[in-house]
């Protein structure tokens, strides 16, 4: 599904990912862990297609088609979605009236007819009994005021709407208590099938707990370093994140 | 004989008198007496000027004082009596009717080097001279600037060379003595803090007249220019507790040529007919400014302050708040500008004007502006009217303070985060004593 | 979960959604589409203005006597202040010639139409091009309608219906004949001819306009609107409308106006006075689009518009709610007068500029009565060369204890040859008063486009989505009909503005 060779990118003329190699196939769950500044958030916004982004070398096919080559709208029209990490706020745009744009612009992408107010309303309706959202949120302005947790549940809401191939969380369990991650995390497993997959990114190993892995990664210094099974995640909860560090020579001004 | 015409002759004639030194200031000085002849004394009728009226002050016609005129009866002793607290360990200039005296004056940080303005040209300084004196007028083109200018009869030069962080304040005290006679003072300076440099200024305003004839007036238009090189830093401060038969306009024009910093305090606390000015022009990148006030009036007294931030460059940072108090039967203007220009994107620059209105006669009008070119700012402003706190009231009052006394502290609360932003603690302190007094009277 | 938690979401999507968002899709290749010219033979004053211009204008309108000294008053009043147009705005526009301009054009039609069925084919054709069919819109909406082509009303819907309830809903010069009494007691009571320059001219020149009368106690059962269209070439619209709301009565208006495109300027002073009486509603909204301009600012309407109403009686309330997307120049300042006790006024304001239109609008609120409120909310947006300008006063007055303001000026810039300006004047005499303003200016941010993006919707849209999202406030305000039609109007404004 996700096939990333070499992939080096940076920003404003910095270097960050140093050749991210990572084949990610259908109904996987891979996680990428890593020390602050690894990298892991500069890995979700460039495979998303965030313009600050740089891409230095590298390739990235994405369900046989070249993704770098796309714009972001396309991306998620090709099934991508990314989890932000610090998801936008729009004030005075409901999150009805803008999952109704999306929802269309992507079916308008895939050659679907858009859905009218009527099964767009029943699609939604499913979606959040699925998700255990509160009908007020919906028709709250886009993320304003919303706390943390209504954030990122609002940001499973919407890929559950969406149905996307391959569903990147970038650090999702950030700022949760544990009753929050598990809710988002149960959204999360309640939508997944063997035809999709997901990319979790995140610092700590207690989300996996919840989203359990087939494969962890580990990036330092823009590199994966270390590849296993969700084991590695519990060795790195137990050690810390030193011993893979001091396995690293030091490379000259990283 | 109206005021224009009064002026326009008695400057005229001196303009001659002056033409032996400084051509280029003799030039600048006639341009300015055709500005005051061709815009006039300011009415209501100038957008400016729309809520405070000067010109009933000046058709009283105050004397300009006489050329070179040093024999004022304004002595040392007086001097002493009014002295600034911390003057021990200040600089100290002093201005008696617009015109620096150094006798009264006192330096004693070497950094500091002061010069007449009119001797600048022939001290290598014309370039100085040409390139910042007056660079005021091009903010504030009103009849009433234009008059300072033509005047200028010994005002002074200050500058601080590169690296010299100066660690005494300078104080500048602007003495308007009226016991004789009407008076028109109008001092004029102008402050160089080249690059590096650092300077602490207070400015004050005290009007003598005879305190048994209260009818003897007096009107003072002060006019400073200061300018900071890259990496200056700036802390101004100006309290104004005037007589009430004074009445005065003051303009305080700052440059930012370089990224540099400015803090500013200004506070009036008394005085009969207050106009200040604060022009901040940033003319580079990332510079910074903080601009606070406070004016609490009462009696029949009129504050206004027109302040100007002009973010001219990128990545700019200004932020502005002024808190005003009327009592009594008094007015209080504030009108405050913010220009964003087309090239200055990443500009931040926040304004807020707070109001309490402690008696039924009392008014406010409030004109905040947001005028911006460039897209990428963040910039925002906001005005309030309102009374003290009722349920902060109710807290005190339950707590057994008195109504009066829970007055005081609101006021003095509300008051207190301006305050704090002079960094010179004998003149915050004092401050702080001035406003304790005045809550007590206005309580009484 | 049952159905019913769906209600307020069906709302939604109905008011915003499908109408919004399928338009915006619509629209993305449009331009000012209602820029043709009907040809439609007019009877019309020769150019320039003198006193037997206001003659002829009168008698045209077979008005009686003591209406033409009115007008002769008032445009001897304009000669006194000729040249002295308001200089104060924050507008660029070289002078007018006065004498340039025709000051009557009346599409030429036999007879008056008793019904809008009787209406000269072709005149229905372009309110049809319009989207405002009268017919369609008599059946359909339920929306009574007065339509305006140049200088004159050419019928007004569901007269007989409203006449039955009391209401008077026709053309103002039909009032003038009809109605004397009630033009004598109340024209320019709030708008007086000396008030400004531009209200003195309407005066002595204004050939045609709505008249509304809501009597005590009817609460209007349906929208009254106005439909302004200025067609013939040289021609200035000079409209005149007068609503008034008896006691306890309630009524809601809808103006809308149009132009076509042509390279020289034309002007639009209009006057609109509403009055307020003791428990009545008068809730006005406008959606402005007279033709703006092409890209390079070449031609346009220049829009000269005097707005005011008061609440005269207490608890009375007046609202306005403008969306101003076109016009070379906007001049406009729909105001309130707060007389009665426990009165209230309402300013709901979303300006549009793009290429080299320039906007100066906002309110006055003149708090005079006690307890009374008002409330300002004004969104400006401005793109290409464009300078939007807001400016209002809020005046609270020595006996007005109690007065309360709350006031938000938001701008938005698209690009960096714009400006955004806020001139607010707050002027309080009272010390029980509490006035709040506040104002900001922002951008659209990068990062709202990125998320948009990453759900799937490209940049257009996105811009869209946030200006709506920022204009919600004062578009929530709009009868529902005005919406959907506004909010096509914002992003066609936009178009091209972005990316």
């Not at chain 1, 959202?133 to 919906?138: D, N, P, R």
């Not at chain 2, 004789?180 to 300077?199: D, Y």
């Not at chain 3, 106690?217 to 070439?233: D, H, Q």
């Given at each position: ?9 940076g920003i404003?003329g910095?270097k960050?990912?140093?050749g ?5 196939k ?11 500044g690894?990298?892991k958030?500069?890995?979700a ?7 600050d ?21 396309a991306r ?16 005075g745009l ?6 109704k744009?999306a ?14 107010a ?5 699609m ?6 699925l ?12 993320n ?23 569903a ?5 369990d950030?700022g949760?208590d ?20 997901v ?11 919840y989203?359990?892995p ?17 084991e ?8 810390g ?14 | 004989?109206?005021a224009?015409?009064?002026?326009k ?24 007496i ?36 040093k ?14 607290p ?16 150094s ?17 600048m040209?022939e ?32 005002g002074?030069f ?5 690296d ?6 300078i104080y ?6 009226a016991?004789a006679?009407?008076?028109?003072s109008q ?27 209260l ?10 220019e ?31 040529l ?56 990128p ?9 005003g108090v009327?009592?009594?039967?008094s ?14 994107q990443?500009?931040?620059a ?12 009392a ?22 009217v309102?009374?003290?706190d ?5 807290y ?7 109504k009066?006394k ?16 002079i960094?010179?603690s ?8 001035l406003l ?9 | 979960?049952?159905s ?38 007019a ?8 006193e037997?211009?206001?003659?002829f ?10 209406m ?32 340039d ?11 008056k ?14 309110f049809?091009?319009?989207?405002i ?15 305006v ?13 409203l ?5 008077i ?10 109605h004397?009494?009630l033009?004598k ?19 002595a ?9 809501i ?11 106005t ?5 013939a ?14 006691e306890g009565s ?7 106006c ?43 309407i ?8 008061i ?6 309330k007046?609202s ?7 016009s ?9 007068i ?21 906007a ?5 609120m003149?708090?005079?009565?006690k307890?009374?409120k ?5 969104k ?56 709040e ?10 990062d709202?486009i990125?998320y948009c ?29 005005f919406?959907?039609?506004a ?13």
């Amino acid at each position: 599904m996700l096939k990333i060779h070499d992939l080096q990118a940076g920003i404003e003329g910095r270097k960050i990912l140093r050749g991210i190699d990572l084949e990610i196939k259908p109904g996987e769950v891979h996680a990428i862990m890593g020390p602050n500044g690894s990298g892991k958030s500069t890995l979700a916004s460039v495979l998303a297609g965030k313009k600050d982004y740089e891409v230095i070398s590298g390739t990235v096919s994405f369900l046989g088609k070249d993704l770098l080559e796309l714009s972001p709208e396309a991306r998620a029209g090709e099934g991508l979605f990314l989890a932000f990490q610090y998801p936008v706020e729009i004030p005075g745009l409901s999150t009805t009236i803008f999952m109704k744009t999306a929802v269309n612009e992507v079916r308008k992408y895939r050659g679907q007819e858009p859905l009218d107010a009527v099964a767009f309303l029943k699609m939604m309706r499913e979606k959040m009994a699925l998700m255990n959202i509160e009908q007020s949120l919906l028709s709250r302005s886009l993320n304003e005021g919303f706390s943390g947790g209504e954030k990122k549940r609002n940001e499973i809401f919407q890929m559950a709407m969406l149905e996307p191939r391959l569903a990147i969380l970038d650090e999702t369990d950030s700022g949760l208590d544990i009753d929050a991650i598990r809710i988002v995390s149960n959204g999360v497993n309640k939508i997944r099938n063997k035809n999709n997959s997901v990319l979790v990114v995140t610092h700590y190993q207690r989300l996996l707990d919840y989203i359990v892995p087939d494969f962890v990664h580990v990036l330092y210094n823009g590199r994966i370093v270390k590849s296993g099974t969700k084991e590695l995640a519990f060795e790195l909860e137990e050690r810390g994140y030193d011993f893979i560090k001091n396995d690293q020579p030091l490379e000259q001004g990283a | 004989m109206n005021a224009v015409e009064y002026y326009k002759d008695q400057l005229e004639q001196r303009v001659l008198n002056d033409s032996g030194s400084g051509s280029g200031l003799i030039s600048l000085r006639k341009k300015a007496i055709l500005d005051f002849t061709r815009w006039g004394i300011p009415t209501m009728k100038n957008e400016e000027w729309k809520y405070t009226r000067i010109t009933p002050l000046l058709d009283k016609l105050p004397e300009l004082p006489k050329n070179g005129d040093k024999q004022i009866p304004f002595t040392v002793q007086d001097f002493q009596k009014r002295q600034l607290p911390g003057h021990e360990l200040a600089n100290e200039l002093v201005f008696v009717n617009g015109l620096f005296n150094s006798d009264l004056s006192k330096l004693i940080s070497k950094e500091i080097q002061v010069l007449p303005i009119d001797k600048m040209q022939e001290n290598g300084m014309q370039e100085i001279l040409e390139n910042h004196f007056d660079h005021s007028s091009k903010y504030l083109q009103d009849g009433i600037h234009a008059l300072n200018t033509a005047f200028l009869k010994d005002g002074i030069f200050i500058r601080v060379g590169e690296d010299l962080k100066v660690k005494k304040p300078i104080y500048i005290y602007h003495i308007t003595d009226a016991r004789a006679s009407n008076i028109l003072s109008q001092p004029r300076s102008l402050v160089l803090l080249e690059k590096n440099a650092g300077l602490q200024i207070v400015e004050t305003f005290l009007a003598l007249g005879q305190p048994q004839n209260l009818s003897t007036e007096s009107f003072s238009n002060h006019v400073i220019e200061i300018v900071l090189e890259k990496d200056a830093s700036l802390e101004y401060y100006k309290i104004q507790n005037d007589e009430l038969t004074n009445g005065q306009v003051s303009s305080c024009h700052i440059r930012q040529l370089g990224k540099s910093l400015v803090h500013t305090v200004v506070i009036s606390l008394e005085g009969g007919m207050i106009r200040n000015n604060l022009n901040v022009v940033m003319e580079s990148e990332r510079c910074e400014a903080h601009l606070y006030g406070l004016y609490f009036q009462h009696g029949k007294t009129h504050i206004d302050n027109h302040t100007i931030v002009d973010n001219r460059k990128p990545g700019c940072f200004s932020n502005e708040l002024y808190k005003g108090v009327l009592a009594g039967e008094s007015t209080g203007v504030f009108n405050g500008k913010i220009f964003v220009r087309q090239e200055a994107q990443k500009t931040n620059a926040y304004q807020s004007n707070k109001n309490i209105l402690l008696s039924g006669k009392a008014s406010v009008n409030s004109k905040p502006q947001l005028e911006i070119f460039a897209d990428d700012v963040k910039c925002s402003h906001g005005c309030t009217v309102g009374q003290l706190d009722d349920e902060a009231f109710f807290y005190l009052e339950s707590r057994g303070i008195p109504k009066t006394k829970a007055r005081a502290l609101l006021v003095g609360a509300f008051a207190s985060d301006i305050i704090e932003h002079i960094r010179i603690s004998p003149i915050r302190e004092w401050v702080e004593k001035l406003l304790a007094k005045r809550l007590e009277i206005e309580n009484r | 979960m049952n159905s019913e938690t769906f209600e307020p979401v069906r709302q939604e999507l109905g008011k915003e959604v499908d109408a919004g968002l399928s338009t915006i899709e619509k629209t993305v290749l449009s331009d000012y589409k209602y820029g043709f010219i009907t040809d439609i033979e007019a009877d019309e004053a020769p150019k320039g203005l003198n006193e037997g211009t206001v003659r002829f204008i009168s008698s045209k309108k077979n008005e009686p006597e003591w209406m033409l000294e009115w007008r002769l008053k008032a445009f001897r009043q304009w000669q006194k202040m000729n040249g002295h147009e308001p200089k104060w705005a924050n507008l660029k526009f070289p002078p007018i010639d006065y004498q340039d301009i025709k000051y009557y054009s009346a599409p030429k039609q036999k007879i008056k139409a008793n019904s809008l069925d009787e209406v000269d084919p072709e005149l229905r054709k372009t309110f049809e091009k319009l989207g405002i069919s009268l017919n369609e819109q008599k059946r359909l909406t339920g929306v009574a309608v007065d339509a305006v082509i140049d200088s004159i009303s050419i019928g007004t819907s569901f007269k007989e219906q409203l006449s039955e309830l009391g209401i008077i809903f026709c053309s103002i010069s039909e009032a003038i004949r009809e109605h004397p009494e009630l033009i004598k007691k109340y024209l320019s009571t709030v708008v007086p001819p000396t008030d400004n320059y531009f209200a003195a001219l309407n005066a002595a020149v204004f050939s045609d306009g709505s008249f509304c009368y809501i009597p005590k106690g009817v609460r209007c059962p349906m929208e009254l609107s106005t439909y302004f269209r200025i067609n013939a070439e040289n021609t200035g619209q000079f409209e005149r409308t007068l609503i008034i709301a008896e006691e306890g009565s309630y009524v809601s208006y809808l103006e809308g106006c149009t132009a076509p495109m042509r390279d020289e300027n034309q002007l639009h002073a209009a006057v609109v006075e509403l009055i307020a009486m003791e428990d009545a509603e008068i809730k006005y909204s406008t959606v402005q689009n007279w033709y703006p301009g092409d890209k390079n600012g070449l031609g346009g309407i220049y829009n000269f518009v005097t707005k005011r109403g008061i609440c005269a009686g207490n608890r009375s309330k007046i609202s306005w709610t403008q969306v101003e997307t076109g016009s070379a120049i906007t001049w406009k300042y729909p105001s309130v007068i707060l007389k009665g006790d426990y009165s209230t006024g309402e300013f709901y304001s979303v300006a549009v500029t793009n290429n080299y239109q320039q906007a100066d609008t906002g309110t006055k609120m003149l708090h005079i009565g006690k307890h009374t409120k008002s409330r300002i909310v004004s969104k400006g947006i401005s793109a290409g060369h464009s300078n939007n300008s807001y400016r209002g006063l809020v005046h609270v007055n020595r006996q007005a204890e109690n007065a309360r303001n709350y006031s938000q000026c938001d701008s938005l810039l698209l690009g960096d040859k714009c400006g955004a300006h806020t001139f607010p004047y707050i002027e309080v005499k009272n010390a029980s008063a509490v006035v709040e303003h506040e104002a900001t200016t922002s951008k659209i941010g990068e990062d709202q486009i990125f998320y948009c993006n990453q759900r799937g919707i490209n940049t257009e849209t996105a811009v869209a989505l946030i200006i709506n999202g920022f204009a919600r406030e004062v578009m929530n305000q709009l009868p529902m009909e005005f919406a959907v039609e506004a909010q096509k109007l914002l992003a066609i404004s936009l178009e091209g503005s972005v990316g």
